[in-house]
């Protein structure tokens, strides 16, 4: 990962007023996305309403 990246969005976020840790802070929206992001890939291929877990979608 690039640190300076990194860098930029905590300066970003800072300079916007972002907090950067608890509720809605830089660290659990960066969080939310990469987990996001993470299912999403896990997904591809399952059929539509069927979970990996063999459920279909109700609980």
């Known amino acids: ?3 300076q990246l990194v860098c930029d969005l905590v300066d970003r976020a ?3 007023g972002v907090k ?5 802070g830089l660290l659990s929206r960066l969080t ?17 309403g069927i979970s990996p877990s063999g459920s279909h979608g109700v609980n």
């Open 1 to 3: 990962m690039d640190g």
């Open 14 to 16: 800072r300079a916007d």
């Open 20 to 24: 950067l840790t608890g509720e809605g």
């Open 32 to 48: 939310k996305i990469v987990l996001e992001s993470a299912v999403d890939g896990e997904m591809v291929g399952w059929p539509e």
